[in-house]
């Protein structure tokens, strides 16, 4: 089927994008492919602007404010100092900075793109180590790698500490490594044990996915060759001098925060792992399994499903699940052909519209329609988790679900529709005509009833709310 140039930009700027800005379509009209293959680049995604800590600097920060909440509660301190509160708030400022790049880019794909993969290797905010950890990990091991190769992205997620804390990767020690043999002379029961977690998640979620074939014996191996992928700690306090005082310890082998690999916790022995052994030793063991599962057939069926749901249907078309197979194995996993191969496909441009928006890409694609962007996180963090979906909180290592079952039950329409309402009653003092808004916003694929009920509408708020939750706008 054959859209005109005019169909195309409105799909280009809402599908393939976060939600149009004014002006938007009307770029992309000229040349929609163009438009989205312009925005693919070799440096990656954008980075969020603020005073945004690297990891190393915000797992210090956590760790003491963690250590100083300890020493008040010993204390009887009431109320406890704010440390651990500031450091909280720093999460909620970084997740701020992570919108206001949605809602101001002029390269929606590119961020849609971008936040895809974190959703891929999600991180959840199940206590306060992965809550800090979690704007960090996307700047870190997620935007830099995206229109890169699939492997390096793999390999970076797998060894940012933050998913080696949040999948208890840190706690994993071979039962017959060195370190295990040592506790385990002292005290049997402090031997330690495998942590399976990390090997898992990777190939049942990041990699070949559930059904690929591969046994709960591949996962044990794979776990024992990732013993070792730990974090540097913080030192121990330095003990009060005395006489006697032996030398100071020397300092660590890396700086606290960073990846370091323990050679004294990793399971020696070769490893065999779907149908293959790996006789490499120490870390780079784990490294070429990781090699191996993201050149496999598996890998690239998985990845490419999941994209068409992401952008195209829940349900996509298999031609267009296996063109995006096809171009990911013929170019070694190259995100930047697959991302090309996506935009290329005639399937990916096919009307109607029939993804339901998350929460997210609906409050960030109404701000994009005014040419606004939150200012306070107070307006817009706990607005998104009253719709379900609270900040960098995905309930599991599955990340947040993209299905229309998920998000477009009635009691959750309600409560946009309450969003969009207070949402429209905000911005009417500084929106433009709603129907120019309206046309700028959906260009071809606003119908003719919505622009109706949009210009008879009494007042401004009126007439944007019913923009906001028209079918139009609310899928893409």
């Given at each position: 089927m054959s859209i005109g140039p005019s169909a195309k930009a409105a799909i280009a700027a809402t599908r393939f994008g976060l939600g149009a800005r004014p002006g938007e379509i009307e770029l992309a009209r000229r040349d929609p492919v163009g438009f989205l293959k312009a925005q693919i680049r070799p440096e990656g995604a954008e980075q969020p602007q603020?005073?945004?800590?690297?990891?190393?600097?915000?797992?210090?920060?956590?760790?003491?404010?963690?250590?100083?909440?300890?020493?008040?509660?010993?204390?009887?301190?009431?109320?406890?100092?704010?440390?651990?509160?500031?450091?909280?708030?720093?999460?909620?400022?970084?997740?701020?900075?992570?919108?206001?790049?949605?809602?101001?880019?002029?390269?929606?794909?590119?961020?849609?793109?971008?936040?895809?993969?974190?959703?891929?290797?999600?991180?959840?905010?199940?206590?306060?180590?992965?809550?800090?950890?979690?704007?960090?990990?996307?700047?870190?091991?997620?935007?830099?790698?995206?229109?890169?190769?699939?492997?390096?992205?793999?390999?970076?997620?797998?060894?940012?500490?933050?998913?080696?804390?949040?999948?208890?990767?840190?706690?994993?020690?071979?039962?017959?490594?060195?370190?295990?043999?040592?506790?385990?002379?002292?005290?049997?029961?402090?031997?330690?044990?495998?942590?399976?977690?990390?090997?898992?998640?990777?190939?049942?979620?990041?990699?070949?996915?559930?059904?690929?074939?591969?046994?709960?014996?591949?996962?044990?191996?794979?776990?024992?060759?990732?013993?070792?992928?730990?974090?540097?700690?913080?030192?121990?306090?330095?003990?009060?001098?005395?006489?006697?005082?032996?030398?100071?310890?020397?300092?660590?082998?890396?700086?606290?925060?960073?990846?370091?690999?323990?050679?004294?916790?990793?399971?020696?022995?070769?490893?065999?792992?779907?149908?293959?052994?790996?006789?490499?030793?120490?870390?780079?063991?784990?490294?070429?399994?990781?090699?191996?599962?993201?050149?496999?057939?598996?890998?690239?069926?998985?990845?490419?499903?999941?994209?068409?749901?992401?952008?195209?249907?829940?349900?996509?078309?298999?031609?267009?699940?296996?063109?995006?197979?096809?171009a990911y194995l013929q170019s070694d996993g190259r995100l930047d052909q697959l991302a090309a191969a996506l935009i290329d496909a005639p399937e990916a441009w096919a009307p109607p519209q029939r993804k339901f928006k998350t929460p997210y890409e609906f409050m960030v694609s109404s701000y994009r329609a005014l040419n606004r962007e939150p200012v306070d996180y107070k307006l817009f963090g706990p607005e998104l988790a009253s719709l379900g979906q609270a900040p960098f909180a995905a309930p599991s290592p599955k990340g947040w679900a993209e299905d229309a079952q998920t998000w477009a039950a009635p009691d959750a329409v309600i409560k946009r529709m309450d969003w969009a309402e207070a949402f429209a009653a905000a911005a009417a003092p500084v929106m433009d005509q709603p129907v120019q808004v309206a046309q700028q916003t959906l260009g071809a694929q606003l119908s003719p009833a919505v622009n109706l009920a949009v210009s008879r509408a009494e007042t401004r708020p009126e007439a944007f709310s019913i923009l906001l939750m028209s079918p139009e706008f609310q899928r893409r």
């Open positions: 603020g005073a945004l800590p690297p990891s190393d600097q915000a797992f210090v920060a956590l760790r003491q404010a963690q250590m100083m909440q300890r020493q008040d509660k010993a204390a009887s301190l009431s109320p406890p100092k704010p440390a651990l509160a500031d450091v909280r708030q720093g999460a909620q400022q970084e997740f701020l900075a992570r919108a206001r790049l949605a809602c101001s880019t002029d390269a929606g794909f590119r961020e849609r793109w971008t936040l895809f993969w974190c959703n891929h290797f999600t991180i959840g905010a199940k206590n306060d180590d992965t809550l800090v950890l979690a704007g960090p990990f996307e700047r870190e091991a997620i935007r830099p790698y995206v229109f890169g190769r699939f492997e390096d992205l793999l390999v970076a997620s797998s060894r940012h500490p933050a998913m080696l804390i949040y999948l208890d990767q840190f706690q994993s020690i071979g039962p017959n490594s060195p370190a295990a043999v040592k506790r385990g002379a002292a005290d049997p029961s402090k031997r330690g044990g495998l942590n399976e977690n990390l090997g898992r998640e990777i190939m049942e979620l990041h990699t070949l996915g559930v059904g690929s074939g591969y046994t709960q014996a591949d996962v044990t191996e794979f776990a024992r060759a990732l013993t070792g992928w730990s974090i540097q700690g913080l030192p121990p306090p330095p003990a009060p001098p005395t006489p006697f005082s032996a030398a100071p310890p020397s300092p660590p082998p890396m700086p606290p925060g960073q990846f370091i690999f323990r050679q004294n916790v990793h399971e020696p022995g070769p490893r065999h792992i779907l149908g293959k052994p790996y006789a490499q030793d120490g870390e780079a063991q784990a490294r070429a399994v990781l090699h191996d599962l993201a050149a496999h057939p598996a890998t690239a069926r998985h990845l490419a499903l999941k994209l068409a749901r992401h952008f195209v249907a829940d349900d996509p078309p298999p031609t267009l699940v296996a063109g995006l197979q096809k």
